[in-house]
């Protein structure tokens, strides 16, 4: 395990609207706004896009993605962590459930999942964290590197 400690910043409450894309909506907000490290809490609905629910082969490395297709409006709920690329820029992973007549899709929420209707952010921006998302090779994610302060 790795860690490192950081202190609630700033706290930002966002509406996305109709059509925005999360994570790339959350993401260039962070950017414009100076938010390098933090935590995403996401409720609304979700129009369209795709959904990766896993690896195809748990074995695999790396992984080829299992996707399903978001088919309509679903409610959903979703926490993500914000950290910086090695680039700088910041990179949003986030989770989400999302639910539709009485079925439920969970998994990660890639570029191109659109927001239906609205979507409600809180940001919670994180002080003193020292972060960053690293490319792993074997796996090809951006891992999250915690770094002692």
């Not at 959904?51 to 979703?78: F, K, Q, T, Y």
């Not at 609205?118 to 915690?146: H, T």
Request: with cysteine.
């Amino acid at each position: 395990m790795k860690a490192c400690e950081g202190r609630v910043g700033r706290v930002f409450v966002i509406r996305l609207e109709d059509g925005d894309v999360v994570p790339e909506c959350i993401e260039r907000f962070a950017e414009e706004n100076g938010v390098s490290v933090g935590q995403a809490i996401l409720v609304g609905g979700i129009g369209g896009g795709d959904v990766v629910v896993g690896p195809r082969h748990s074995e695999e490395r790396p992984p080829e993605p299992m996707l399903l297709p978001v088919d309509g409006a679903h409610e959903v709920v979703g926490v993500g962590v914000l950290a910086p690329r090695e680039d700088g820029k910041p990179a949003l992973h986030i989770h989400a459930a999302l639910g539709r007549a009485g079925q439920t899709m969970t998994g990660c929420l890639r570029h191109g999942v659109t927001t239906w209707l609205v979507g409600e952010v809180i940001l919670y921006e994180i002080l003193g964290a020292n972060v960053l998302r690293i490319k792993d090779e074997q796996s090809g994610f951006e891992l999250l590197e915690p770094r002692s302060n």
